[in-house]
T-cell receptor, first 113, second 111 residues
């Protein structure tokens, strides 16, 4: 069964460094999403991406964040200058259409020191 | 902003019991998403529903759009059902700022 994959599974970085989290969505899906979950807190929506551009973003998704689909398979989330409060689990998801079942990746645990 | 409340926050059941998790929201929505988060952190989408009832195996989800309420039922519960169950408003165009997740219901099923 097709699945969403994410790499790395765990990323440790120093405050102020740039990080890129990678996701490979399911191949025939058209919508891609990033969510984050700070330890012990709710899942939060960051951004959705469709047709090679951002379709929706939350208030959390400020100028420090960017997303890209550099080729036909990868979908990346970049954090330009990480802060301590960026430490969280980041989940990628994809769906065929917008209001549809989303398939989640296993997550990347980001730790900012 | 839509307030999404789940109850109970924690639920412990014996294997075989029928389980109900409730989700209420304050602002009318057209659909609701039920997710399951495993102890290891992985998230699985269970249901997206906009009316009536959906069934998948031992899981049943119902929604009443007028009453702004949804329930997730698990029949013949099993220890492997132990997880956090989350309801959320699915992303619709223009709603990103209001996209809301419930805080989850921690379910523990004892053998």
């Amino acid at each position: 069964e097709p699945e969403v994959t994410q790499t790395p599974s765990h990323q440790v970085t120093q405050m102020g460094q740039e990080v890129i989290l990678r996701c490979v969505p399911i191949s025939n899906h058209l919508y891609f999403y990033w969510y984050r979950q700070i330890l012990g807190q709710k899942v939060e929506f960051l951004v959705s991406f469709y047709n090679n551009e951002i379709s929706e973003k939350s208030e959390i998704f400020d100028d420090q964040f960017s997303v890209e689909r550099p080729d036909g398979s990868n979908f990346t989330l970049k954090i330009r200058s990480t802060k301590l409060e960026d430490s969280a689990m980041y989940f990628c998801a994809s769906s065929v259409i917008l209001v549809d079942t989303q398939y989640f990746g296993p997550g990347t645990r980001l730790t900012v020191l | 902003k839509n307030e999404v409340e789940q109850s109970p926050q924690n639920l412990t059941a014996q294997e075989g019991e029928f389980i109900t998790i409730n989700c209420s929201y304050s602002v009318g929505i057209s659909a609701l998403h039920w997710l399951q988060q495993h102890p290891g952190g992985g998230i699985v989408s269970l249901f997206m529903l906009s009316s009536g009832k959906k069934k998948h195996g031992r899981l049943i989800a119902t929604i009443n759009i007028q009453e702004k309420h949804s329930s997730l039922h698990i029949t013949a519960s099993h220890p492997r059902d132990s997880a956090v169950y989350i309801c959320s408003e699915p992303l619709c165009s223009g709603s990103a700022r209001q996209l809301t997740f419930g805080s989850g219901t921690q379910l523990t099923v004892l053998p």
